[in-house]
């Protein structure tokens, strides 16, 4: 079974600064897709940023950024220029690419508080 | 643009009653989630949906909860007999297709046992 780790309950973070937010995942599986999901206070979960597995290149969107490091089975969110709108609870979460199996697994998620 | 929609977004029940929570996918979606999340914790899998029938489901997922997909768009979770630990956020996600798609979540049914 795949298990997703991520080790920062809490991070805060300056407006306009840079913050990393860290995961890590266990999985047998070659091929797999990776995702971050903003769920603010509201609680409605929205997808920040995907990566597939097979693909080297780091994906991007817009502020947010990932490094995906495939052989350390990491995949960090970095947020740039950090705004009042991105606090939130920041969750991983791994998808198996076979069919029957497509749930997402999420981590324990990090609060992120941005200082004005 | 299409969303998921839940109704009620929250709901109060006794002890040992029948809970229906309801979802509307995205219309042209073919793969129906349901999720939950207990308060302050991680959001856990409980059931996936596909062809009207069950393609993977949790420990979580045990003979009190039953989904059902009536009429070609809601997407239903029942929970028979309710337990305090039912106590939770309750989300319903729905899929387009095969691959790379994303799962889109719906706001969340907030279920309170008392």
């Known amino acids: 079974a795949q298990t997703v780790t991520q080790s920062q309950p809490e991070m805060s973070v300056q407006e306009a600064e840079t913050v990393t937010l860290s995961c890590t995942y266990d999985t047998s599986e070659s091929d797999y897709y990776l995702f971050w999901y903003k769920q603010p206070p509201s609680r409605q979960m929205i997808l920040v940023i995907r990566q597939e597995a097979y693909k080297q290149q780091n994906a991007t969107e817009n502020r947010f950024s990932v490094n995906f490091q495939k052989a350390a089975k990491s995949f960090s969110l970095k947020i740039s220029d950090s705004q009042l709108g991105d606090a939130a609870m920041y969750f991983c979460?791994?998808?198996?690419?076979?069919?029957?199996?497509?749930?997402?697994?999420f981590g324990t998620g990090t609060r992120l508080t941005i200082i004005p | 643009e299409p969303e998921v929609t839940q109704t009620p977004s929250h709901q109060v029940t006794q002890m040992g009653q029948e809970v229906i929570l309801r979802c509307v996918p995205i219309s042209n979606h073919l793969y129906f989630y349901w999720y939950r999340q207990i308060l302050g914790q991680k959001v856990e899998f409980l059931v996936s949906?596909?062809?009207?029938?069950?393609?993977?489901k949790s420990e979580i997922f045990d003979d009190q909860f039953s989904v059902e997909r009536p009429d070609g768009s809601n997407f239903t979770l029942k929970i028979r007999s309710t337990k305090l630990e039912d106590s939770a956020m309750y989300f319903c996600?729905?899929?387009?297709?095969?691959?790379?798609?994303?799962?889109?979540f719906g706001p969340g049914t907030r279920l309170t046992v008392l």
């Open positions: 949906f596909y062809n009207n029938e069950i393609s993977e």
């Open positions: 996600a729905s899929r387009a297709g095969v691959g790379f798609g994303e799962q889109f």
């Open positions: 979460a791994y998808r198996s690419v076979n069919f029957g199996n497509e749930k997402l697994t």
